[in-house]
């Protein structure tokens, strides 16, 4: 390609000009293959100004600024030369990298699903395509794009992540944990042991999400979530001085962690420190005022405290904002009739059984 781009442009120049295009494309391939961008891209300016008609030199310009980090001019170039050749392949994979790399995901995952819809079994392709769509929260995109990748690439760790990370993300968490556990046993990554601990956590399976917290916590001690994951484990599994030392440490590293606020606040409250849940609980709502959990152990806390209607009033914001959680509407219920509001408190116990007979059913 580079002798037919010399070729052409020797036959549009003169051969006695000092700087015809065809020494400025020569002296700017050689200055890019030393690594000097900053004379590469000078002389393909140059050139582009008498000859804008160079598509290879425009490519070449695109690469030189993008390995300058100036993605914006990069992307320019990238897009002048496709609209002279747009079935240019590499041409069209360089622009999705610029937009990749300049955080454009959108983008990115434009060009490169025009590249994945015609070789799907790239694996490259898949991975980056994947990757613009966790970045945009489309996690659906993600597993439709890597299934057929993980399963003829089951020893690609990059596959595993995305694809595990995104399964756990709509729900699908039980083949989600899995793909993400060998990530994280083989690759020893503090951020996939914690993801994985997560997930266990929901899944209620506490003695896995405690291992995969403390291991965790032993690659990187300072990772946000991993002694919070490690306090919560060991709390539903009733190890609670342990537990409270671990979240009382998540909350040195990152006062403002709003689930170590929110379990110990929950803790305290069974063991009757009612100032220290208090002092917990009304921060986890300083964090996320509109947090049903938080708001629910506010209002059990009220109604211990004897502060019926504080409690009453937390508890109808809760079934507001979350419906179909059942165990408020019977507290709820419980507090109407306490203050003898008995219609108010057979509503709510009706809705009540309502939502349990759904649950069993």
Known sequence: MRTAVLAV?????????????????????????????????????????????????????GAALARQGRFDEAIEQYLAALAKNEANAPLRMNLALAYYKKGAFAEAA?????????????????????????????????????????????????????????????GQRGEGLELVEVVAKRSDRAEAYLLAGQTALKLSQFERARDDA????????????????????????????AAAAALEKALELDPKDFDAHLALGTRLLVERDLP??????????????????????MARLERTEGKLEAAV?????????????????????????????PQDGERERAIFDRLSAASKQ
Not at 23 to 43: H, M, P, S, Y
Request: glycine residues 6%.
């Open 9 to 61: 442009l020797l036959a549009c120049s003169g051969a006695a000009q000092e700087s015809s295009p065809e020494q400025l494309f020569r002296e700017a391939v050689a200055a890019q293959q030393k690594g000097d961008d900053a004379t590469a891209i000078r002389k393909y300016q140059e050139l582009l100004k008498v000859r804008s008609d160079v598509v290879e030199a425009r490519a070449n310009l």
């Open 110 to 170: 434009k060009e490169l699903k025009t590249l994945h819809s015609a070789n799907a079994a790239d694996e490259r392709l898949a991975t980056l395509l994947a990757d613009c769509y966790m970045h945009l929260g489309q996690d659906d995109q993600v597993i439709a794009v890597l299934r057929p990748v993980a399963s003829t690439h089951p020893e690609d760790l990059g596959v595993a992540w995305l694809l595990g990370s995104a399964l756990v993300h709509t």
């Open 313 to 341: 009033k937390d508890l109808e914001r809760v079934v507001h904002d979350d419906p179909t959680w059942a165990q408020p509407h019977i507290e709820l219920s419980a507090l109407y009739f306490r203050l003898n509001r």
């Open 214 to 241: 403390d291991d965790a916590v032993k690659l990187n001690p300072q990772l946000p979530g991993a002694l919070t994951l490690q306090g919560m484990a060991l709390q539903y599994m009733g190890e609670f001085p």
């Open 276 to 297: 220290g849940a208090r002092k917990h609980l009304e921060r986890a709502l300083e964090i996320k005022p509109d947090d049903t959990r938080a708001r629910y152990g």
